[in-house]
């Protein structure tokens, strides 16, 4: 549950995804992108920000990283990614 005055500031903040080069403004979700919500992560301005539905969903579910913070967000793919197409494993 995120107070209202809390979602305010964060829609005023962040008016479009924050990932580098994303312009989606609509259907915006709220992340908790510094401390995650299941390792309980404050609902503070500093701990959110607003991503489009695609980047919400390689965030959580796919490893990529989401560092830097507002004015400086940085996006990554996971630290550990496909094995080159010749290597065996």
């Known amino acids: 549950s995120i107070p209202a005055s809390l ?3 964060l829609v005023e903040r962040d008016r479009c995804c924050v990932v580098p080069g994303c312009d989606v403004t609509g259907g915006l979700e709220i992340d908790h992108w510094g401390i995650a919500f299941s390792e309980g992560g404050p609902a503070s301005l500093e701990n959110l920000a607003r991503l489009c539905g695609h980047h919400h969903y390689l965030r959580t579910h796919q490893g990529f990283v989401l560092t830097g ?3 400086r967000w ?3 793919p996971p630290a550990r990614g496909r ?3 010749d290597d065996p494993f």
């Open 69 to 71: 913070g507002p004015g």
């Open 83 to 85: 094995p080159p197409p």
């Open 74 to 76: 940085l996006w990554a």
């Open 7 to 9: 979602r305010t500031a």
